[in-house]
């Protein structure tokens, strides 16, 4: 009863701490702890939570985690799952409603987060395709193939086509690497250009193409291979 007391003293203060002083003055794990404790009564979640952020290197890490995956960690079951996947859904709904009423490219930063979050720790490649409008205002996000640990095919026309189907004039291409290395390949680079080529042949333009990893991003913009 002393323990199950404590941890409900623990709780009140952090809560407390969050309503009073904000998410700053909260570690990530302090912050974690925060949504587990819903899943996870009368336990001390602390423990769980740091074990996350170990695991799988940042929230956003953990966030984007597999399901069956975070329940690896003791403690987290379903009840959790749910709720660490549900914030996940809504961070990427709400950077999705904000890209489509403002300029993407003025806000990169936030671009990168969100896709550091939702793609830097998939297991297999995914090769993504921000659509963007004449303002830059993004028209549509979505995941064209899904490959295995070093590939996932991209056929330069099926973009152009979704392109126009989409009334797009612009595009991101994004794709992930599962090694924790964002440095683009050869494959990658001679893709690129296909891209690029089959694109601009229907008037779209290839804005970047985003290598998303564990241990950075690489920008072919940046890099001067596009």
């Known amino acids: 009863m002393a323990e199950a007391a404590d941890h409900e003293g623990h709780r009140d203060r952090l809560r407390r701490r969050f309503l009073e002083q904000g998410a700053d003055a909260l570690a990530d794990y302090e912050l974690l702890e925060l949504l587990l404790f819903a899943a996870i009564p009368r336990r001390d979640t602390k423990p769980v939570a740091k074990e996350l952020l170990r695991r799988f290197g940042s929230l956003a890490g953990v966030m984007a985690a597999p399901p069956a995956r975070l329940k690896e960690v003791a403690l987290v079951k379903d009840s959790a799952v749910v709720i660490l996947k549900a914030n996940q859904a809504m961070a990427q709904r709400m950077f999705k409603r904000e890209a489509e009423r403002e300029p993407l490219l003025s806000s990169f930063d936030a671009v990168l987060d969100h896709l550091k979050a939702s793609m830097a720790h998939e297991g297999a490649e995914m090769f993504r395709i921000l659509f963007l409008d004449r303002k830059n205002r993004l028209v549509a996000d979505e995941v064209k193939q899904r490959g295995t640990v070093d590939h996932a095919p991209v056929y ?3 973009v152009a086509k979704r392109a126009l189907e989409v009334n797009a004039t612009a595009v991101i291409l994004v794709h992930n690497h599962p090694s924790g290395d964002p440095t683009p390949s050869r494959a990658d680079i001679a ?11 229907v008037g779209v333009i290839v804005h970047d193409h985003i290598v998303i990893a564990r241990d950075g991003h690489a920008s072919f913009r940046a890099l001067g291979l596009l």
């Not at 893709?191 to 042949?201: C, I, Y």
């Open 156 to 158: 330069p026309r099926e």
């Open 191 to 201: 893709m690129t250009k296909e891209v690029a080529v089959a694109a601009s042949a």
